[in-house]
Nanobody, 126 residues
Framework: QVQLLESGGGSVQAGGSVRLSCAASGSTNSRHSMGWFRQAPGKEREGVAAMNTGGITNYADSVKGRFTISQDNAKNTLYLQMNSLKSEDTAMYYC????????????????????WGQGTQVTVSS
């Protein structure tokens, strides 16, 4: 059992930065993979950035070099640092966790995750 609560979303100008946070509680055995996903209106959910307990990370091509996923284990918090934001980044962002340390390619697949937060909206204006 894992509970996830995202925060940090809001409105930002293009080119700006936002850091999303995901506060996690519950079994750490259910958090061997954690990731950020997003869904814009009319589009399917896509994996943005994810990591596993082995230190493996993966990013969507569209955000490589701009977004960074990290975690603070002491605070049980996952972060997504979003820099150089573009209008195309506008979406609802979801935090997700799973009990299996998925491989790099699997980390960005939404169907691999059992636990999901409620989402936080990020709106980038140009």
């Amino acid at each position: 059992q894992v509970q996830l609560l995202e925060s940090g979303g809001g409105s930002v100008q293009a080119g700006g930065s936002v850091r999303l946070s995901c506060a996690a509680s519950g079994s750490t055995n259910s958090r061997h993979s954690m990731g950020w996903f997003r869904q814009a209106p009319g589009k399917e959910r896509e994996g943005v950035a994810a990591m596993n307990t082995g230190g493996i990370t993966n990013y969507a091509d569209s955000v490589k070099g701009r977004f960074t996923i990290s975690q603070d284990n002491a605070k049980n918090t996952l972060y997504l640092q979003m820099n150089s934001l573009k209008s195309e980044d506008t979406a609802m962002y979801y935090c997700a966790a799973d009990g299996i340390p998925w491989t790099s390619s699997q980390l960005l697949r939404s169907d691999k995750y059992d636990y999901w937060g409620q989402g936080t909206q990020v709106t980038v204006s140009s």
